[in-house]
């Protein structure tokens, strides 16, 4: 199936595996491109050593092309930026929206823009900076997300830009692709459904429990870092929003200090980076610090299992996903039944 986004970026669906924070990988992303999707690798829980080495290992798994997100907030993003021209990456994505300047460095080095937005006045304005296409998350998108419905949101950004827009939140099936197509979208982005895959390194616990998971079971909740953020209800969650102000603050220091360790980053680095996103919101210093360490939490789940002390990002989709195959065989069994559809509706 050719769309401008498969022409835009070089691959045979127009699928898009989103850049999870310690889920996206090298296995996952070089099966994704294997399968002819674009998957996208996560960069904001690595160093950039470590960064560079992720790209080359799925330069060794894949001659498709891929792509690495990276938060342009973060203060090494041109150091990031840097290792993604270097190493000949073919796509940059963003979960904020890149500067007008970051935006022209990557793409006078052949580098392919696409940030991800949640509203249409933020489409607009990196499009007008030059972004090659935009991914559109709607409400029902797993991680930080906002309160407008994909169905809603999709065709408002589609008549206000002129570049390719993925279509983000909810989407797991043929059906949705082809739903996103008839919105005027040039393909599908999905998260949570490459998560619950067998190529994915996600515990075999963890996936169960998103398996058990009823639509009932996702919720939004301000409690991780005081911005509403999609995730599995969970005991940790719940204990999360019962904790009082000081009881959170202690908590929030013990995971900064863990993240620090891991990541490299200096103590001015974190509180740097929550501030970016304490500016114009009314966050609790606890807030603060969890903000910039939200990523410890997610590896206590998806890279150590430990679901009693970490938090489950999801989309509303992990309500229906009820089995694990492998990325070849969903976006295979995706473009049949798109096939199907648009063939049933051909013959209405």
Same mark, same amino acid.
């Given at each position: 199936?050719?769309? $401008?986004?498969?022409?835009?970026?070089?691959?045979?669906?127009?699928?898009?595996?989103?850049?999870?924070?310690?889920?996206?990988?090298?296995?996952?992303?070089?099966?994704?491109?294997?399968?002819?999707?674009?998957?996208?690798?996560?960069?904001?829980?690595?160093?950039?050593?470590?960064?560079?080495?992720?790209?080359?290992?799925?330069?060794?798994?894949?001659?498709?092309?891929?792509?690495?997100?990276?938060?342009?907030?973060?203060?090494?993003?041109?150091?990031?930026?840097?290792?993604?021209?270097?190493?000949g990456v073919r796509v940059a994505s963003f979960a904020l929206a890149?500067?007008?300047?970051?935006?022209?460095?990557?793409?006078?080095?052949? @580098?392919?823009?696409?940030?991800?937005?949640? $509203?249409?006045?933020?489409?607009?304005?990196?499009?007008?900076?030059?972004?090659?296409?935009?991914?559109?998350?709607?409400?029902?998108?797993?991680?930080?997300?906002?309160?407008?419905?994909?169905?809603?949101?999709?065709?408002?950004?589609?008549?206000?830009?002129?570049?390719?827009?993925?279509?983000?939140?909810?989407?797991?099936?043929?059906?949705?692709?082809? $739903?996103?197509?008839?919105?005027?979208? $040039?393909? @599908?982005?999905?998260?949570?459904?490459?998560?619950?895959?067998?190529?994915?390194?996600?515990?075999?616990?963890?996936?169960?429990?998103?398996?058990?998971?009823?639509?009932?079971?996702?919720?939004?909740?301000?409690?991780?870092?005081?911005?509403?953020?999609?995730?599995?209800?969970?005991?940790?969650?719940?204990?999360?929003?019962?904790?009082?102000?000081?009881?959170?603050?202690?908590?929030?220091?013990?995971?900064?200090?863990?993240?620090?360790?891991?990541?490299?980053?200096?103590?001015?680095?974190?509180?740097?980076?929550?501030?970016?996103?304490?500016?114009?919101?009314?966050?609790?210093?606890?807030?603060?610090?969890?903000?910039?360490?939200?990523?410890?939490?997610?590896?206590?789940?998806? @890279?150590?299992?430990?679901?009693?002390?970490?938090?489950?990002?999801?989309?509303?989709?992990?309500? @229906?996903?009820?089995?694990?195959?492998?990325?070849?065989?969903?976006?295979?069994?995706?473009?049949?039944?798109?096939?199907?559809?648009?063939?049933?509706?051909?013959?209405?």
């Amino acid at each position: 199936m050719e769309t $401008a986004l498969t022409r835009l970026v070089g691959v045979r669906h127009p699928i898009v595996q989103t850049g999870m924070g310690w889920v996206a990988g090298p296995r996952l992303v070089s099966a994704t491109a294997n399968a002819g999707a674009l998957g996208v690798l996560a960069s904001a829980t690595m160093t950039p050593a470590r960064l560079r080495d992720a790209v080359r290992e799925v330069r060794s798994r894949t001659d498709a092309p891929f792509g690495v997100n990276l938060r342009a907030d973060a203060g090494d993003a041109r150091e990031r930026v840097r290792i993604i021209v270097e190493e000949g990456v073919r796509v940059a994505s963003f979960a904020l929206a890149p500067s007008r300047e970051l935006i022209a460095e990557l793409k006078d080095a052949g @580098v392919v823009v696409i940030p991800s937005v949640g $509203a249409r006045r933020h489409a607009e304005k990196v499009a007008a900076w030059g972004a090659d296409a935009v991914v559109v998350q709607g409400g029902e998108g797993g991680g930080h997300t906002g309160e407008v419905s994909t169905t809603v949101l999709l065709p408002q950004v589609v008549d206000a830009v002129g570049i390719p827009v993925v279509a983000a939140g909810g989407f797991h099936d043929g059906r949705g692709l082809v $739903a996103a197509l008839a919105f005027g979208a $040039a393909g @599908v982005a999905m998260g949570t459904r490459f998560l619950l895959t067998s190529d994915s390194t996600v515990p075999d616990a963890v996936k169960a429990r998103y398996l058990a998971a009823t639509v009932k079971d996702v919720t939004v909740t301000r409690a991780v870092d005081g911005l509403p953020h999609r995730m599995l209800r969970t005991e940790f969650v719940s204990a999360l929003e019962a904790s009082g102000r000081a009881r959170a603050l202690v908590r929030a220091v013990r995971h900064a200090a863990g993240f620090r360790r891991l990541s490299g980053l200096t103590w001015r680095g974190m509180v740097r980076d929550g501030l970016a996103l304490r500016h114009g919101k009314d966050l609790a210093w606890s807030q603060v610090l969890l903000a910039a360490n939200t990523p410890m939490l997610l590896r206590s789940a998806m @890279v150590d299992g430990r679901t009693d002390l970490g938090v489950m990002a999801a989309g509303q989709v992990a309500g @229906v996903i009820d089995d694990l195959p492998s990325c070849a065989e969903l976006v295979e069994r995706i473009m049949r039944e798109a096939d199907e559809v648009r063939q049933r509706l051909g013959g209405a």
